[in-house]
């Protein structure tokens, strides 16, 4: 956990609605969020995802609802520098460099953060004097961070932060996340990468069609999807005679290494072991975040408010 929670809320939606034309972008999103929490946003295409971080921003007017940052409205928490987002595909200027553009921000804010500390936590320092047109894509949303990070902001928003990173740059931008969530900051970032959510997150809030399909933290999201996996070394055995087994769902060989979906884990490892008696290196775990992801945002799945306080996915229309 990145974070340490105060209690106190950073913001709170609630009951927001945003229709464009015929399409319900958002649908009744109630979600409240503790200062010093890390939460992932997490949804597939058309979710909802980049609609409610518009509204959180105050960006977009909600159709119904309300938006409430740190007690007031989202552009009182922006014009004090207590919000800042970094987004995905903001326009940097091409002629002016990336020191000029801290520069700019800094000069926007009451208490910003000293310019090297910002290059540096960003990782610009390198290229701080060259012009944005001649960066890279990586380096250009290496930049967006900095302008984020200038006015010292209390709630970062982060929208895909890592698009265009390569596996080095993900890795020093989480370091520099770290750091900056340690200090007592709220983070929230919508992302596609769901390994960067289940490593860096202490919360999730999982949307499907403008609502909320789960929310609550990394295991218990997991833990709302029925099923284990079993994984073990099963020698000579056909991937025909796993799938049979009782309590499993589907099955998949790699060399000698199984890995069965199980409906019931414990019906599973009984016809295994009594089917294969020299199976070994045996484990079973809940479900990873991206089985889970692909089973609460599938048009079947039913909808949650709160995995937090659910053992199971509610049915749709059961929301509390």
């Known amino acids: 956990m990145m974070g340490a929670t105060t209690g106190e809320a950073a913001f709170s939606l609630r009951g927001l609605a945003k229709r464009f034309g015929d399409v319900r972008a958002v649908?009744?999103?109630?979600?409240?969020?503790?200062?010093?929490?890390?939460?992932?946003?997490?949804?597939?295409?058309?979710?909802?995802?980049?609609?409610?971080?518009?509204l959180l921003l105050g960006l977009a007017r909600p159709d119904a609802g309300e938006v409430r940052v740190f007690g007031g409205e989202?552009?009182?928490?922006?014009?004090?520098?207590?919000?800042?987002?970094?987004?995905?595909?903001?326009?940097?200027?091409?002629?002016?460099?990336?020191?000029?553009?801290?520069?700019?921000?800094?000069?926007?804010?009451?208490?910003?953060?000293?310019?090297?500390?910002?290059?540096?936590?960003?990782?610009?320092t390198d290229f701080a004097n060259r012009r944005c047109g001649k960066l890279s894509g990586g380096q250009q949303q290496r930049v967006r961070y900095a302008m984020a990070l200038a006015g010292n902001p209390d709630l970062l928003v982060l929208d895909e932060p890592t698009a265009a990173l390569d596996v080095e740059g993900r890795r020093e931008f989480w370091a520099s996340m770290r750091e900056f969530a340690a200090s007592g900051r709220t983070v929230v970032f919508a992302t596609h990468y769901l390994a960067e959510a289940e490593d860096y997150a202490d919360r999730v809030v999982l949307?499907?069609?403008?609502?909320?399909?789960?929310?609550?933290?990394?295991?218990?999201?997991?833990?709302?999807?029925?099923?284990?996996?079993?994984?073990?070394?099963?020698?000579?055995?056909?991937e025909a005679a796993?799938?049979?087994?009782?309590?499993?769902?589907?099955?998949?060989?790699?060399?000698?290494?199984?890995?069965?979906?199980?409906?019931?884990?414990?019906?599973?490892?009984?016809?295994?072991?009594?089917?294969?008696?020299?199976a070994s290196d045996i484990e079973i775990t809940a479900v990873g975040l991206e089985d889970a992801f692909l089973a609460l945002t599938s048009d079947?799945?039913?909808?949650?408010?709160?995995?937090?306080?659910?053992?199971?996915?509610?049915?749709?229309?059961?929301?509390?």
């Open 242 to 278: 796993l799938a049979a087994l009782p309590g499993v769902s589907t099955a998949r060989l790699r060399g000698d290494r199984a890995e069965l979906a199980c409906a019931d884990s414990d019906a599973a490892i009984r016809g295994l072991l009594a089917a294969f008696p020299l």
């Open 27 to 54: 649908d009744g999103v109630s979600v409240e969020v503790s200062r010093g929490e890390v939460v992932a946003l997490l949804g597939p295409n058309g979710a909802g995802k980049s609609t409610t971080i518009d």
């Open 207 to 238: 949307m499907r069609h403008g609502r909320i399909a789960a929310d609550g933290p990394i295991a218990r999201v997991r833990a709302a999807v029925a099923g284990r996996v079993l994984r073990a070394v099963v020698p000579g055995a056909p």
């Open 300 to 320: 079947n799945a039913g909808i949650t408010d709160n995995v937090d306080n659910a053992d199971t996915v509610e049915p749709e229309g059961a929301l509390r």
């Open 74 to 124: 989202p552009r009182a928490a922006v014009e004090h520098g207590r919000m800042a987002a970094m987004v995905q595909n903001g326009s940097l200027l091409r002629d002016m460099t990336a020191a000029e553009h801290v520069t700019l921000v800094r000069s926007t804010h009451q208490r910003p953060l000293p310019a090297d500390e910002i290059m540096a936590r960003a990782g610009i």
